[in-house]
């Protein structure tokens, strides 16, 4: 049988384990260019370490997922941190794991709404992008270089992510 | 008498030599995630030195421009890039001068369609946001550390940016 893991919303206190919510409500700001802009500063914890480790950016256009979700793998990044914020109001589906020695533990299921991005630490298990519409084009700031940087976990079961959600 | 400057269009070649272009259409890309999404790899030339020079990821809150725009002044940063890209769709504007000597030579004007974002190279000279609907929310990736970053010019005689653009 397969396991089931509900959604739950996404918040800064909730993601603190596994990276950084990035949204502009509830932060606090200044004010720049004479007034007529606000600056929340920074939201997120960059890595970008490793053999010429250098900081990227780029895009990813993502077809949509469907709840329920199967979810059979999660990856890593040992050498550097991933940040996706969506470039079109839409909701996404975040899938995170704690680690065990090496293992990916039950995974959670948060829903970023319309206005929030998400950037996962360095070595945080995570599940693929899964826009919640038809096709989100997201802005990605992660790491280049050499090396490994990618670490793959197949779950010998896997889980299944419910949750009343629109797609 | 104010001099005037006509808007163009944001294409990556009239926009080179100030910095880069971030945009999904006529990039490269690769497929991931099981062939649920595309890559667009690596679109900006992200720039952090100077002391305990780091990438930050940030927000900016801003509301509108209305053309004509007078511009009074430019400003640029000596250790660092500054990208901006918006969260929802919408237009903005992006003033930019080519450097002699220190000194900001005659601004140019390009209207960033929905869907595109700007990377300003270190020490290029341009002029604040401008978001030409109510308000936009932009990612900003830029240079967070130590020493002064910050240069800004006032010109003797403002510019005045014209266009037949819808705001």
């Not at 360095?122 to 490994?148: A, I, K, M, T, Y």
Request: with cysteine.
């Amino acid at each position: 049988m397969p396991q089931i893991v509900d959604v739950e919303p996404l918040t800064r206190d909730r993601f603190r384990e596994f990276g950084d919510v990035i949204e502009i409500d509830g932060d606090a700001s200044y004010s720049i260019n004479g007034g007529m802009a606000d600056r929340f500063h920074d939201m997120a914890k960059v890595e970008a370490s490793g053999p010429e480790g250098r900081v990227l950016i780029s895009m990813v256009r993502s077809r949509h997922c469907e709840l329920p979700l199967v979810v059979s793998a999660v990856e890593r990044h040992p050498y550097g941190s991933q940040a996706f914020i969506p470039t079109k109001l839409g909701s996404f589906l975040v899938v995170v794991c704690l680690d065990r020695q090496g293992v990916p533990q039950a995974p959670r299921a948060f829903i970023a709404q319309p206005g929030q991005g998400v950037n996962y630490h360095s070595n945080v298990w995570h599940g693929v992008l899964s826009p919640l519409v038809n096709e989100q084009d997201f802005l990605v700031v992660d790491r280049g270089g050499l090396g490994s940087n990618l670490e793959e976990y197949n779950f010998a079961e896997p889980y299944v992510i419910e949750g009343n959600v629109r797609c």
